[in-house]
């Protein structure tokens, strides 16, 4: 495997219907992309989903890493450590993010992901939203986007 990076950016609502799509990319991705990292966020249906997927095709490729990416610091995830190492990887906080005023902060954060990763795979079904942006941000960037 060659240690690339994938990230999601999708809608907060998100049906469980992509569940099995998003699997069949994550194993695209895994195979035959070289795809070792999967960075994801925590604020919708969609990352749910992403979690999901990537939590199903570990089973089968131990080496996969799932990382969750959050803004800040949280309670829920202080109160809850065992919940979230058991569930991720490992629990990272960008410094541009953790230092951004808070209205901003899950955008720095989603723009931390893009320009730490080699792909994108989006679900986006409105032109506006967090999701739209970062979508636009990293076809900016240039980066591989799978559209679902």
Request: glycine share 4%; proline share 1%; net charge positive.
């Amino acid at each position: 495997m060659n240690n690339k990076c994938c990230t999601f950016a999708g809608h907060r609502t998100a049906s469980d219907t992509l569940k099995n799509e998003l699997i069949a990319v994550v194993f695209d991705l895994i195979e035959n992309r070289g795809v070792t990292t999967f960075y994801v966020g925590n604020n919708g249906r969609f990352d749910a989903l992403s979690v999901g997927a990537v939590r199903a095709v570990k089973q089968r490729y131990k080496d996969v890493r799932l990382i969750l990416v959050v803004p800040k610091m949280n309670s829920t995830i202080k109160n809850n450590k065992d919940y979230y190492s058991d569930m991720y990887d490992e629990v990272l906080i960008p410094a541009e993010s953790d230092a951004a005023h808070y209205k901003a902060m899950i955008t720095v954060r989603n723009r931390w992901m893009v320009d730490n990763s080699d792909y994108l795979i989006t679900y986006i079904r409105k032109d506006h939203g967090g999701a739209y942006s970062t979508y636009k941000y990293a076809k900016k960037k240039n980066i591989n986007i799978v559209e679902l």
